[in-house]
């Protein structure tokens, strides 16, 4: 069974750090791209940026550009969302997803973590 | 960067109604369109992809259509589980994605 699990809810001061996790199973984590979505409170969905495990390639939103880092470890089947100093308007529900690719359909996102909510308030 | 733009952004519809949800694309992105519906406190879960091909174990009252720039997501037969909101999402450009603002479905 695909599963993508999440790392627990954070609450975090304006200016932190902080890394989140999601960890694949069920299928081999280095062929398929892992990306990541925010949607903060009462708002819609947005799509941050995405990596192929495999080799580490990595392209994000424009809009995300700059603001968080991610990265994937392979050999624990992990995926990371970064920030190096945390605002106010990080606040929200982050999830990842495993995009499938395949030659006779255009990508989807097939499988959706739980969700990681982030919280930053001083 | 593509612009999706659905409406209605809120439906209000009874329990048996047929409803459709349109999603315009700001240029052509063939038929690469997702649909997704998102429950209260869950994450998303993916119905449609290829604009018009229904996910294993999605209830075929849902279905999608469209090419191009218009999209449709319809709903046969509302069924109480179905009072949700549903998001679009274009996958034509080469990894830089958007999603629709989205259409909250509630119960009239």
């Known amino acids: 069974e695909v599963q993508l699990v999440q790392s627990g809810a954070e609450v975090k001061k304006p200016g932190e750090s902080l890394k989140i996790s999601c960890k694949g199973s069920g299928y081999s984590f280095t062929s398929y791209w892992i990306g990541w979505v925010r949607q903060m409170p009462g708002k819609g969905l947005e799509w941050m940026g995405i990596?192929?495990?495999?080799?580490?390639?990595?392209r994000y939103s424009p809009s995300f550009q700059g603001q968080v880092t991610i990265s994937a470890d392979k050999s624990i089947s992990t995926a990371y969302l970064q920030w190096s100093s945390l605002k106010a308007s990080d606040t929200a529900m982050y999830y990842c997803?495993?995009?499938?690719?395949?030659?006779?359909?255009?990508?989807?996102?097939?499988?959706w973590g739980q969700g990681t909510l982030v919280t930053v308030s001083s | 960067d593509i612009q999706l733009t659905q409406s209605p952004s809120f439906l209000s519809a009874s329990v048996g109604d047929r409803v459709t949800i349109t999603c315009r694309a700001s240029q052509g992105i063939s038929s690469y369109l997702a649909w997704y519906q998102q429950k209260p406190g869950k994450a998303p879960k993916l119905l449609i992809y290829?604009?018009?091909t229904l996910q294993s174990g999605v209830p075929s009252r849902f279905s999608g259509s469209g090419s191009g720039t218009e999209f449709t997501l319809t709903i046969s037969s509302l069924q109480p589980e179905d009072f949700a909101t549903y998001y679009c999402?274009?996958?034509?450009?080469?990894?830089?994605?958007?999603f629709g603002q989205g259409t909250k479905l509630e119960i009239k």
């Open positions: 290829a604009a018009s």
């Open positions: 999402q274009q996958l034509n450009s080469y990894l830089s994605y958007t």
């Open positions: 990596i192929y495990p495999g080799d580490s390639d990595t």
């Open positions: 997803v495993r995009q499938y690719s395949s030659s006779w359909y255009p990508p989807f996102f097939d499988y």
